[in-house]
Structure formats: structure tokens, C-alpha cells
């Protein structure tokens, strides 16, 4: 994850408000032979942000315009992406249609809040490209029956750096934004993508998934239990959000796969794992190793350690299991925060991927491969 710079930050505009933007463009040149440019548009909440156009092309009975996506500071990967509007005179009775140009993605699994077999393209832009074409209509006194093509060049590239494989969004990306702006480093994106994650998992049948605090952690929890990509969770730091949703909308069985530093915060009550919004206390971790029977040496050391790997590596050499306590209580934490409505396990997990420690209420068990198949067991 980028760490977020010093100072104010500049906002930005969504995928859903720049195909909103060319959509406004395109459909008001197919209907008076001019292109609005730069285009203002008005936001959900109110903010009218103005567009200058990339494209601006006419053909017979079609009109094409185009803006650059801008996310402000936010370290969003379609950043400086082409979105792109081809609006087209529908068929009579037809209505408003929306439709997946080159780099936009199709829904190909249930779960999502678009139906399997449409355009990626989330319903609150779907709702402002609607507002304009009707009100465009209203204006030039034309009917409302009209197609909406949203492309976005190298967004099947781009896609792949997204959660879109994961949740069966195939073709590229989505075209998101519930208001329209771009937060700097809010995470919204992140823990929006957490959640239909989960909803991915539910429509799909999948009684156990696994959230996993990063690459390593995902990988050994993969293959341990051998998940295809709809029972992984891109929880990231971001447990929480996870659990949280997961409380609402829940599965069976739940595993968190992840570092030990990042265990010992789940442990201690943290839900943000990122550094930079937790950290861990090591006089508490101090207190656990005396509790575990630590002497007063190794107490002392890891109350004035540096890192958690330093604590790891100190308890492995007296002998003190401390992974299998941080996994006990990480569990607790997450435990109460779902409230019951799933059996929670924590796997700790070394650097290298392997596991070293797992402790779970439920019979996890029951989901691994059979014996023979799996290095882990």
C-alpha cells in the first residue's frame, strides 16, 4: 500500500463521474451537432466539476466523447485512464442501455449489485449517465431511448492490478462511485471491493473463505486449504471492514490468514493493521510472554523490543510459543467483533509462507484437501 504523503491533499473525480461527463458530451453533440467542452456536471452531493474533452467525434447516428480520469492524490490505478461515451439513437420503447465497450468489464458470477451478463457499470453511475440523458432529452424535446457504450483503452491490462478477476468481472474494469469524488487514501475503494468479495462468496455458495493481511499469507492459505479465487478475501490491513460486513452478511466459516506483527495487532484490539494507523504495544506482548512463562530476561527483552519479528525470534529461541497465543487471541478480538455469526480460525504465518501457527473455533478441518495433496499437512 502507498503511504500517504504530508499535507493537504487534492481530491478527485470517479470513474462513474467521467463516464457521467462524456456521456453528457456525446448525447448533447447527437443532439444539436455541438460538443459542450469543457463539460460541467452536477454530483450527487452537489459538486460541479468540469471536464475537458479528449474526444469529440460525430457519425451517423452516433457521437463520441472522451475525458481523462483525474483521482486527485489518490493512488488509484486507473489514474490518467481515457473514459470514453459512444451514445447511439436506441430502438422504440427501448429505453436507456448500457453497455460494455473495449477495457470495461462484463459480471460473469452472481453477487454483485449488476446482474450476471451486464456492463460492469455500477448502478449510481448508471443513475447519473440516466439523469443526464433525461434531462438532455427534457431539453431537445427528444425520447430517451438510447445506448450507452463505455469504453476505457487498456482497461483489460489495467483490470488485472484490480479485484475484478477475483469477483468474475472479466473484459476490464468496473466504472464505480457512489458520489462521484475521489478521497485521497479514504480506502473506500479497497473495503467496497472487500464487501463484494463477500457477496461474491455468499451468491456463489462458498461456506468458507479466508482473508489474508497480504501476498505470503494469502499464498500459504491458498494452497493449504487449496481456495479457488471466489473464497479469497483482499482483506489487506483492513480487517475491520471485513468482519464488520461479514457480521451483516455472513458465511460459516471465516479464516484470517496473516503475519505475526500484523496478528499481534488483530490481538490487541486493532482493527486498521496498517502501521500507519496501529501499532503494536510491546509492553502488553511483554506481559503475554510472562504469562506464558517467559522468565524475567526475555520479559524485559521484549517489552524493550524494536519489532514483532524481534519478539517472534526471541520466543523461538527460549521455546515460547507465542504465535499459537497471538493466534488465540486475535481470534478472541474477531470473535467479538462478528458477534457469532461466523466460526472464526487465525493462521499465523512466518515470512517465508509457512504456517506456524492456527487456532480456530469450528472444524476447519473439514475443509482441507484430502491427505496426500497437501505439503502442509
Known sequence: MTRKPDGPLRKGWTTGACATAATHAAWQALLSGEFPDPVTIILPRGETPSFNLIKAETGDGWARASVIKDAGDDPDVTHGAEIIATIRHGQQGSGITFHAGDGVGMITKPGLPIPVGEAAINPKPREMMTQQIVELANRFNATTDVEIEISIPGGREIALKTWNPRLGIVGGLSVLGT?????????????HSIHRG????????????????????????????????EAILDMGDFVGGMLKYLRRHPVDYITISGGFAKLVKLAQG???????????????????????GGDAELVSEIANANTAKQVLELCSSRNVDIARTIALQAGETARATIDGASAIEIVVVDRVGRIIARAGHGDFDAFLPAKGTNPNL
Request: glycine fraction near 6%.
Open 179 to 191: 458520489t462521484g469524488v475521489v478521497i485521497p487514501f479514504s480506502c473506500s475503494a479497497w473495503i
Open 198 to 229: 463477500i457477496d461474491v462468496a455468499r451468491a456463489t455458495g462458498r461456506k468458507h473463505v479466508a482473508g489474508a493481511t497480504g501476498k505470503t499469507s494469502e499464498a500459504a492459505i491458498r494452497q493449504f486449504y487449496n481456495l479457488p479465487d
Open 270 to 292: 486493532h482493527m486498521d493493521l496498517h502501521s500507519s494507523r496501529s501499532e503494536v504495544d510491546f509492553n502488553k506482548l511483554s506481559d503475554t510472554v510472562a504469562a506464558l
